[in-house]
């Protein structure tokens, strides 16, 4: 039986359009305008037609080469076309799709990945049988389908919180990525990590109405918090957001979160993901919404030589 296989798209013909309108608001076209790190990649079925599609970027770890989701996105975007027939065959098919991915990534030069897979894809076996290490991960989906308002799931302390948030006069209104940015300087150095300023950049210059937005907890005329929203098709992803330390005003990024799972839930969007939770002190936070704790997979692969260098890092993935 013929293999699928997977290899950058080509941009003379309509490739670009069928990622673009079977995968989702994280393959536009627009998003394509950076450096030539982002890899757009098709999938082709057994007869050589268009199947599916997914997103790696070329990044360095520690300085070395690597393989991995695009920054700022929840995962690699993995998706095919809908799969017809019975459990085997399906379950066969997408065996198949997995088996394609491992042959791929055995052909690059970058011999460190880690890549994370969308929560429906579980059956990593042929990245397995790769010596890849699979490891769990965890992000809260909320269901905005159920009856009644969103705000009946929240944590009733942080329903109280929003409240008050919203009687001392916080009010949200949309922003751009430097408001972002401004805000989530803020947080990062409090927390020590890096701000991807310029993949934020980037995102932020083909976001519109239709796909995605930033906004911003405004009090006193002041914005105390922003975040970064995007919509696929019927979820609405958070991004990344910040809360401005100096003007210790307390509760606006919760409140973002409440006004914006409102507004997601009256525009007819099915759930809400907060797009990973592996933080001890963020898990708390996320799970007060209400979401369902949802296990995605993270596959990774590097050197043995680099692996005790990885984990002495904090790298455990590896």
């Not at 798209?9 to 790190?37: C, H, I, M, T, W």
């Not at 088996?99 to 990534?105: D, P």
């Not at 009687?167 to 890096?194: K, P, V, W």
Request: net charge neutral; with cysteine.
């Amino acid at each position: 039986m013929a293999e699928m296989t997977i290899r950058q798209y080509n941009p003379d013909n309509d490739e670009l359009d069928f990622l673009q309108s079977n995968g989702g608001v994280f393959f536009q076209k627009s998003l394509a305008r950076n450096d030539g790190k982002l890899m757009r990649l098709v999938l082709l079925d057994e007869d050589d037609r268009l199947f599916g599609g997914l997103l790696l970027e070329k990044l360095t770890l520690k300085g070395v080469p690597c393989l991995a989701a695009p920054e700022l996105h929840p995962h690699c975007s993995l998706f095919t076309l809908p799969m017809e027939g019975g459990t085997y065959s399906v379950q066969s098919r997408r065996k198949r799709v997995m088996r394609a991915l491992a042959t791929f990534l055995k052909s690059r030069s970058e011999r460190i990945h880690s890549i994370p897979f969308p929560f429906s894809w579980i059956d990593l076996q042929p990245l397995i049988w790769e010596n890849y290490k699979c490891t769990v991960r965890y992000t809260f989906r909320l269901d905005l389908s159920a009856e009644g308002e969103a705000s009946s799931q929240f944590n009733p302390k942080l329903r109280n919180s929003i409240k008050k948030a919203k009687n001392d006069g916080m009010t949200m209104r949309e922003g751009d990525m430097e408001d972002l940015i401004y805000c989530a300087r803020h947080t990062a150095e409090a927390q020590g990590y890096e701000l991807p300023e310029e993949r934020m950049r980037m995102m932020g210059s083909v976001l519109h109405p239709l796909n995605g937005k930033v906004q911003l907890a405004v009090k006193d005329g002041e914005p105390v918090a922003a975040a970064l929203f995007v919509y696929d098709r019927e979820t609405v992803y958070y991004l990344i957001g910040g809360t401005r330390r100096d003007l210790k005003v307390r509760g606006g990024l919760d409140f973002l979160l409440g006004e914006m799972i409102a507004d997601s839930k009256a525009n007819g969007m099915k759930t809400f993901d907060f797009e990973g939770t592996m933080l001890e002190s963020v898990e708390p936070v996320f799970r007060s919404f209400g979401g369902v704790m949802t296990p995605y997979y993270l596959a990774s692969k590097a050197p043995k030589l680099l692996v005790p260098l990885f984990r002495l890092r904090g790298r455990n993935e590896f």
